[in-house]
């Protein structure tokens, strides 16, 4: 499975962005799809996820994030909004199908004045 991850990019404080991933050819073999993040020194954690149609959401965002998937364009989206410092970090586009995880490239997301 390819991961092509976009969207990442400088913002404002409460300003917003939204992240794509896309996965042409495998979307729908995919079971879990996700967003994870990590910052320099800490452990990569999740962000949100979606599974069967349900969402989760790591506790830090919720009600900040929506993850999103459309799938014509076999693409899974994180829109990102009242961003503060705190969401700086790397983000990675997340798949598993069965037993096995695939990862996209990271985009980087720097929240600062």
């Known amino acids: 499975v390819q991961l092509q991850a976009f969207g990442g990019g400088l913002v404002q404080p409460g300003g917003s962005l939204r992240l794509s991933c896309a996965a042409p050819?495998?979307?729908?073999?995919?079971?879990?799809m996700g967003w994870y993040r990590q910052v320099p020194g800490k452990q990569r954690e999740l962000v949100a996820s979606?599974?069967?149609?349900?969402?989760n959401y790591a506790d830090s965002v919720k009600g900040r994030f929506t993850m999103s998937k459309d799938n014509a364009k076999e693409t899974v989206y994180l829109q990102m909004n009242s961003l503060n410092p705190e969401d700086t970090a790397v983000y990675y586009c997340?798949?598993?199908?069965?037993?096995?995880?695939?990862w996209g490239q990271g985009t980087l997301v720097t929240v600062s004045s």
């Open positions: 050819g495998d979307f729908f073999s995919i079971h879990v």
């Open positions: 997340h798949a598993r199908r069965g037993s096995t995880n695939f």
């Open positions: 979606l599974t069967r149609g349900i969402t």
